[in-house]
């Protein structure tokens, strides 16, 4: 009983911790519109942003340059995230004024929902610079959701955005060594050997005997 209590205690550390990279990117993986439900990529103009890879610039239609409602139009991307420690962000650019939300807070540039002409002045445009980082870092592990609004006050609508979260699980642990279990242990096994001795010795004593 003594010796199996002693080896039960002893335990060992996990270390092993699994990662994964979760992209997010205007890809048409996992996103949809208040529109028409699906998005579409498009064909934009010369001076807007070049897409990065494995992203490119999507509305609810082919909407460059043929007149469209000027109404807000809601894009969704819907992520998971496997991991308990999260870190990434999102690169966005917009094509009109675009308003920024991650799981229903806004977390971009002020909204700027006035009629302007062509790509709207603020922090987030059509050109290459002219872009916003929002910061993923932090989230929990399980479901998310990132949702852009434009408006656009002629007839176009157009978003671009591409980032990953690198999603890291924490270490699995089976349980954790006592330097007074181990202690403990040592001194059990050396009982049990002394005591296997001893009944082997009185064996031989009573064989030749």
């Excluded at 890809?27 to 064909?43: A, K």
């Excluded at 002409?117 to 990132?146: K, M, N, R, T, Y």
């Excluded at 924490?170 to 009982?191: D, H, K, M, R």
């Amino acid at each position: 009983m003594y010796i199996k209590f002693l080896l039960t205690s002893f335990v060992l550390v996990s270390t092993d911790v699994h990662a994964a990279t979760i992209q997010i990117a205007s890809d048409l993986v996992n996103e949809f519109n208040n529109r028409t439900g699906e998005n579409v990529f498009i064909i934009t103009d010369p001076s807007w942003a070049i897409a990065p890879a494995g992203a490119g610039w999507i509305s609810y239609d082919n909407t460059p340059p043929s007149g469209k409602s000027n109404a807000v139009t809601i894009f969704t991307e819907e992520f998971f995230l496997t991991g308990t420690v999260n870190v990434g962000s999102v690169r966005i650019w917009a094509y009109g004024t675009p308003s920024v939300r991650l799981d229903g807070t806004h977390v971009g540039p002020p909204s700027n929902f006035l009629q302007d002409p062509g790509c709207a002045p603020g922090p987030i445009d059509c050109p290459q610079l002219e872009f916003a980082d929002v910061s993923l870092d932090g989230l929990s592990q399980g479901a998310h959701v990132l949702s852009v609004s434009l408006h656009q006050g002629g007839d176009s609508y157009g978003l671009l955005y591409s980032g990953s979260v690198n999603s890291i699980g924490a270490a699995e642990v089976i349980a954790n060594p006592e330097p007074g279990t181990i202690f403990l242990l040592g001194g059990g096994l050396i009982g049990l050997a002394a005591i296997v001795r001893r009944r082997n010795t009185s064996r031989v004593t009573a064989w030749r005997e």
